[in-house]
């Protein structure tokens, strides 16, 4: 079955250090999703692609950034991380540009110290 | 910008109760609208997604409805079980420029006792 994959599932960092969370989809999709998910906030978007070499930001992109070499992948990197930073992550795919259904992945839960 | 909100933010029922679930939106220019679960510590699953065009989607127990003029839509659960124990979380696309992107209410957290 095609799924959706994060890792790593739980990571615990420093503050100022570099994280990377992978996300791996073998939907074949072309539309691909950050959100972080908080108390309070809810899910809130940080970054998406439509499809290979595009990037985008979301309502919630500084400090984070992601990059696109294929179909399937689309990791997202903290470049110096802080304590607002910790949250779950989650990253998502969708088969259609427009109003897509979209899948999850299972999250990744983030703890910057 | 596209507001979403979620009432309750928390519901508990005992078993066997059938329970509704709202969810609003502040600009109606919206292509569809998704529900989704979420378990504790788990990713979001896809319930239910209702086109613009429909007013009404059904799978197994559960029913949405949409009722775009007045910024509404409600999740039906018939027969609730403790398995349906779980977050209830609504969201809509943005105008068609936004893509597929999302915007999600908070949730209602619902709990349903044996």
């Known amino acids: 079955d095609a799924e959706i994959t994060q890792s790593p599932r739980h990571k615990i960092t420093e503050t100022g250090r570099q994280v990377t969370l992978a996300c791996h989809q073998t939907?074949?999709?072309?539309?691909m999703f950050w959100y972080r998910q908080d108390l309070g906030h809810g899910l809130r978007l940080i970054h998406y692609?439509?499809?290979?070499?595009?990037?985008n930001k979301g309502e919630v992109s500084d400090g984070y950034s992601v990059s696109r070499s294929n179909t399937e992948d689309l990791p997202l990197t903290l470049e110096s991380a802080a304590s607002s930073q910790t949250s779950v992550y989650f990253c998502?795919?969708?088969?259609?540009?427009?109003?897509?259904?979209?899948?999850f992945g299972e999250g990744s839960r983030l703890t910057v110290l | 910008k596209q507001e979403v909100t979620q009432i309750p933010a928390a519901l508990s029922v005992p078993e066997g109760e059938n329970l509704v679930l709202n969810c609003s939106f502040t600009?109606?220019?919206?292509?569809?609208l998704q529900w989704f679960r979420q378990d504790p510590g788990k990713g979001l699953t896809s319930l239910l997604l209702?086109?613009?065009?429909?007013r009404e989607q059904t799978s197994g127990r559960l029913n949405a409805s949409l009722d775009k003029s007045s910024g509404r839509s409600t999740l039906y659960i018939a027969a609730s079980q403790p398995g349906d124990s779980a977050t209830y979380l609504c969201?809509?696309?943005?105008?068609?420029?936004?893509?597929?992107?999302?915007?999600f209410g908070e949730g209602t957290q619902l709990t349903v006792n044996p």
């Open positions: 998502a795919s969708s088969d259609k540009f427009i109003a897509g259904e979209l899948f």
């Open positions: 939907w074949n999709h072309n539309n």
């Open positions: 692609s439509y499809g290979v070499h595009d990037t």
């Open positions: 600009d109606s220019a919206i292509y569809n």
């Open positions: 209702i086109q613009s065009s429909q």
């Open positions: 969201a809509v696309p943005g105008p068609e420029t936004s893509g597929s992107r999302l915007t």
